[in-house]
């Protein structure tokens, strides 16, 4: 499905958002991920508002994004001297590794979709109101806004599961902050090395309402945007797959920058975790 920065998912659809890397320092992200060619916006706290009161209740960790045309990275870290469900639950998870342990989904309407997941057994948190501040693309101060419904933390052994609904994506996908070096434009799947690929595959299926299906590696959930895939391993990881327009232009650009690939060919170039903080990066042609 061809999509532009600011295409949004439609009533009934759900797209892959972003993946989220837990790490401990944001800016080990910006020599990292910029020197894959990925510019990355400034750094953020997160607050969750009160809709009625407008008071902010911080949410205990701070983010800098990689945006593509197709969804983005995140990347978080903790707020230091917070003590909230959220940072302990991404202390809880660097402690086990630095890498993705975040998986985002969006949906046209949040409230619509807590109602379908409130059927399915599925433990909920509360609704977030997420803000953040940011800078407008015009230079002025706006706020970027997001309803966030989160399955609950012991829920997901896969890591943080949740689903959002844009309210500002204007400041979210600002065309000075999306990836064009590197001819990488999109989100393509999550792949989940697991234990137990049905297990896994089921739970995933359950929140996002999509059945799995089989194929020669596994298991995939294919979405209205992007995909979930499901690998068996003796432990719990993801890679994170990416598209290129150019992959030509993709190759030369690592090439150029010295980014050391752990494998390529004429269909996929492949970026070993230990280059990118943890987390395979696997990239492929447009409609491939």
Known sequence: KEA???????PGEIYLDHVGWYVPDLDEVARVFGKLGFPLTPIALHGDKDPNTGEVIPQGSANRLAMLEHGYLEFLT????????????????????????????????AGLETARLQTTGISLQPTVNLRRT??????????????????????????????LTHLTPAHVWQDRFIARDNAIT??????????????????????????????DGGLEITLDRGKLRFIRADHFGVAVGLISTDLAQTRRYFRENNIPLADES????????????GAELVITPAGA
């Not at 230091?80 to 949906?107: C, K, N, W």
């Not at 015009?138 to 689903?163: C, N």
């Not at 269909?267 to 230990?274: H, P, Q, T």
């Open 78 to 109: 903790d707020v230091e001297g917070t003590d909230t469900p959220v940072s302990r639950h991404m202390r809880d998870r660097m402690d086990q590794y630095i890498g993705v342990h975040l998986t985002a989904f969006s949906v046209a309407d």
């Open 186 to 215: 999109g989100l393509s799947e999550a792949v989940y090395l697991v234990p137990d690929p049905a297990d896994s595959a089921a739970r995933l299926a359950t929140f996002t309402g999509r059945a799995p299906s089989a194929t």
């Open 4 to 10: 532009t920065p600011l295409t949004l998912p439609g």
């Open 266 to 277: 004429a269909e996929r170039l492949v970026i070993d975790a230990a280059e990118a903080l």
């Open 134 to 163: 940011v800078e407008a693309a015009d230079g002025s101060e706006a706020e970027a806004g997001f309803t966030v419904i989160r399955a609950g933390f012991d829920q997901f052994p896969e890591g943080r599961i949740q689903t």
